[in-house]
């Protein structure tokens, strides 16, 4: 649709879930942000921090960093659209299920570690 925002005309997304790493801090360091409001962060997704209930830390970050929101990737969730989390390390685990039980994915590609590793938070 001509006009509309592009979230709203994505086929698919996929991205990257982080355990907020060194990269991630450096990214938002560049954009300006401020670390102290970075408190409760447990993943990232486009580099956005999120806490245990999936819910953004930090006002507009992806605004600064230029990246799609996690609440328009909530919406596209909410709308069927596949919004893929790609995980390749264990120590990601716990970042991707909290992305999936909080909406911001809803297809997973892992490795099998990564899986094995989800599995087990979830029997904790």
Do not use: W, Y
């Amino acid at each position: 649709v001509e006009g509309a925002p592009p979230a709203t005309r994505l086929d698919a997304l996929f991205a990257s879930i982080g355990h907020f790493d060194e990269q991630d801090q450096q990214v938002l360091r560049e954009a300006g942000v401020n670390p102290n409001a970075l408190q409760g962060v447990v993943g990232t997704l486009l580099s956005q921090p999120f806490d245990a209930k999936g819910q953004p830390i930090g006002e507009r970050i992806n605004e600064q960093i230029g990246v799609l929101s996690l609440k328009a990737m909530r919406r596209l969730v909410a709308r069927g659209v596949p919004v893929v989390g790609l995980v390749a390390i264990p120590q990601r685990a716990h970042p991707t299920v909290v992305a999936c039980r909080n909406g911001l994915v809803n297809c997973l590609v892992v490795e099998r570690r990564v899986a094995e590793a989800m599995l087990a938070e979830s029997d904790g």
